[in-house]
């Protein structure tokens, strides 16, 4: 990344990725005030290329910082609500956005995210979930995460404790039997399966 803001006008899009995005913001004020305030008679081409060069680089590097701008807001206390309004989206959209950075960043780190970035993650994905009326836990209330093994299932497959409580109470995964005929997968306790077989999948 290029520090300073001696990189004269700008060619290319790679150019323009390589130089300091704070700078780069401040370059592109300069340049678009040159090309569109020098005149038709006076403008030259080298100006609209590097206002070209740069919008592009700028605004690619403003799109994968959204989603750190949401994660951000939303642990500082702001809603869903006002979150999406700032940034002209649905609250969907807003969660979409999010998500697809968290997930990303979940799969890059895997174990080596550090256990105060998870919890972060983890909280903003509570927080989504619950604006967006997502299924919440039965004993403390919060949030259930997408991709909580759901547990323990009610008869349509739904599970009832987000992953603390799951801990809280005692689970042993071993003792649970997965349905597989069910899209979310739920985990139910031995004596519980086929009562779900039953009642749900037995017209199939």
Known sequence: MTHGRNFGL?????????????ELARHWSDVSSLAKFSGFETRHLAYDIDELATMAALGKCL???LPIAINKALLAGGTVGQLATAAGMSPQEL?????????GQRWMWGEG?????????DRVEEILA????????ADCGGAIPTGTPPYPADMDG???LCSNCQ????????????CTDCPARP???????????HLTHRAR
Do not use: K
């Not at 995210?113 to 993650?121: G, S, V, Y």
């Not at 031995?190 to 009562?195: F, L, N, V």
């Open 130 to 137: 619950v604006a967006l009326g997502e299924r919440t836990c």
């Open 10 to 22: 700008l060619t290319t899009f790679e150019e323009a990725r390589e130089a300091n995005p704070y």
């Open 167 to 178: 801990q809280r109470a005692g689970v042993d995964m071993n003792d649970l039997v997965e």
């Open 158 to 160: 739904n599970g009832r």
């Open 63 to 65: 799109v994968q910082w």
């Open 95 to 103: 969660a979409a956005t999010w998500r697809e950075w968290s997930h």
């Open 113 to 121: 995210l550090i256990e105060n970035r998870a919890r972060a993650h």
């Open 187 to 197: 985990l139910f306790d031995r004596a519980a399966i086929d009562h779900h077989r």
